[in-house]
């Protein structure tokens, strides 16, 4: 048996981050995949999707050129177009990190699903392997609800949508969170129809009210239809026309069906119990602050610990465990929950939404600014959406910040760091920064601060 210093399982944007300061240390790796290198990040999710964004938003952009004063004439997207350039950029980052590790004299790279044998084992195809430590980084997979007769029709996931070859006539979207969000935006501007089903009563429901509505409103203005409190009855069809009985016997058809409606943990694919490894009652692995495990040199790092659904916190995962090896004090909870929605104009988000801080019992001042009265989201003709700041009025500190805006997924960069430093936002409020721009208004929403 095989015995390395390192065994990595799984290989998204984690084990890239740990490569590349293992690597260098000349210890022997072994990594572990079962699927296409990369991880869903690179394959499946934010690679592949912001290039489908840039494209639509480009599209869009076309089709307003009135608006901006040119004209362009008949608008025709080719999709066989779009997909090669998506696929390019995709294929690209999953192949550099393969090549990277097969370049690399240290690292074996293992094709196939591995499973643990005991605490230290696992067995992948034929051989068993051991590793002094190992991170497992084996990430989630799609969710499909229980509806009657879905498992009988033809409906993708994320993955399969990405990977159709010709464009949906009639995207049917069933799950109102992110995911479904910024693919109704996207397919509805390459020209499809889209009906976007929610069960519940708000889009995106761990967002406050205000922003969801807000994106809400602009998605409907491009023709998104959105079906709130519509709860899926049953599903008919064939892969030609796939139908959703609605409660209330509503019925959407059309020919592409996504199901959107989250993600499970890929722990119950690796015999965890061979190890001794505990998981919590949705199948995510138990972690302490350092993403150790209970098995003594085990470490569970990406969406598996349930610790963080984001590249950014599966790579700052992967950091943590890094700086615990050598000594430093990096830890889960000393970060800031931060996360975009790539919608145009995308969303960020810092800390506390308005609703978390005052069930947290803070107290809270709160200030808000239309994107309508920024002069250079009025410049950019882009105005849909506002920012909102909240304060902790004992402590002077930021609590949170939601940014929907034209910028505001990097524009969100500079309140995570004001919040990682503590500055206080009477400090915060001195600062000179760049005109024009959106960031530039972003201390003087400060002066509007009322109690929540």
């Not at 000349?26 to 079962?34: L, M, Q, R, T, Y």
């Not at 550099?96 to 293992?110: I, P």
């Not at 001794?276 to 199948?283: D, F, K, P, S, V």
């Not at 590249?311 to 995962?317: A, E, G, Q, Y």
Request: with cysteine.
């Amino acid at each position: 048996m095989k015995t390395f210093d390192h065994i990595i399982l799984g290989t998204g944007q984690a084990s890239g981050t740990l490569l590349g300061k293992l690597i260098p240390s000349e210890d022997s790796i072994a990594v572990i995949e079962g699927n296409k290198v990369g991880g869903s990040c690179v394959n499946y999710g934010c690679t592949p999707t912001k290039t489908l964004v840039a494209s639509a938003k480009a599209i869009h952009t076309a089709r307003r050129g009135d608006f901006y004063g040119f004209s362009t004439g008949d608008i025709i997207v080719d999709y066989d177009r779009v997909r090669e350039r998506m696929n390019k950029i995709r294929n690209g980052s999953s192949e550099g990190l393969e090549k990277m590790m097969n370049d690399a004299e240290n690292v074996t790279l293992y094709k196939g699903w591995g499973e643990f044998t005991g605490p230290k084992s696992i067995q992948v195809g034929d051989e068993e392997i051991k590793g002094d430590k190992i991170y497992i980084n084996t990430g989630t997979r799609p969710f499909a609800p229980p509806v009657d007769g879905l498992n009988d029709v033809p409906w993708v996931d994320s993955a399969g949508l990405l990977d159709l070859k010709e464009q949906p006539k009639h995207l049917v979207i069933l799950g109102g969170g992110y995911i479904g969000v910024e693919f109704s935006q996207i397919f509805r501007r390459f020209g499809s129809r889209v009906t976007l089903i929610q069960s519940g009563g708000q889009l995106m429901p761990r967002e406050d009210e205000d922003i969801a509505k807000a994106i809400q409103s602009f998605l409907e203005e491009e023709g998104i239809e959105i079906l709130l409190d519509a709860d899926a009855k049953s599903v008919s069809g064939d892969e030609y026309r796939v139908t959703i009985t609605l409660k209330g016997e509503q019925e959407i058809t059309g020919d592409t069906l996504l199901v959107a409606t989250g993600r499970r943990p890929n722990s119950d694919r690796i015999n965890l119990s061979a190890a001794g490894i505990e998981t919590n009652e949705e199948g995510y692995i138990e972690v302490d602050d350092y993403c150790r495990t209970g098995v003594d040199g085990v470490f569970a790092v990406g969406d598996v610990n349930g610790e963080g659904a984001f590249t950014h916190t599966s790579v700052n995962d992967a950091e943590i465990v890094l700086d615990y090896l050598n000594g430093d004090n990096r830890s889960i909870s000393k970060r800031n929950t931060i996360y975009g929605l790539f919608t145009d104009p995308p969303l960020g988000r810092v800390g506390m939404s308005e609703k978390e801080a005052v069930a947290a019992g803070k107290k809270v001042l709160k200030a808000t600014k239309p994107m309508s009265k920024i002069s250079r989201a009025k410049e950019m003709g882009e105005t849909n959406g506002f920012a909102k700041l909240l304060v902790d009025a004992d402590t002077d500190l930021i609590l949170g910040a939601s940014v929907l805006g034209p910028g505001g997924d990097e524009i969100i960069n500079m309140f995570a760091a004001i919040m990682h430093s503590n500055i206080p936002c009477h400090e915060y409020r001195k600062v000179v920064l760049v005109h024009p721009t959106v960031s530039e208004l972003m201390p003087w929403i400060l002066d509007g601060l009322e109690p929540v």
